[in-house]
């Protein structure tokens, strides 16, 4: 059961970034009417992640509730690992 909130926590946090660039994209400009149906989309989608798990959860399917969950954590944390790889390797990109 830990593992579901440590997975929704981290899904959660994939989320708050997205909203926080759709907000900071609000405010620039750089989110128009050109693009506002794909973010509203994308911000679509992360909600249905951490409320279908949550729902899923709450019905006692965790095993269906970790796979809606693994559906954002993996490349997140893919992500993740990049980043981390470009902090510390400190590549030269010339």
Not at 26 to 42: Q, R
């Amino acid at each position: 059961m830990n593992f579901f909130w440590i997975l929704w926590i981290f899904d959660a946090l994939i989320a708050l970034v997205a909203v926080y660039f759709f907000i900071v994209g609000l405010s620039d400009g750089s989110v128009s009417s050109f693009n506002i149906k794909l973010w509203l989309g994308l911000l679509a989608v992360l909600a249905i992640i951490l409320g279908g798990s949550y729902w899923l959860y709450t019905h006692e399917k965790l095993v269906f509730a970790k796979r809606l969950l693994y559906l954002l954590a993996i490349p997140g944390f893919l992500y993740l690992l990049f980043l981390l790889f470009i902090l510390i390797a400190r590549p030269r990109w010339n």
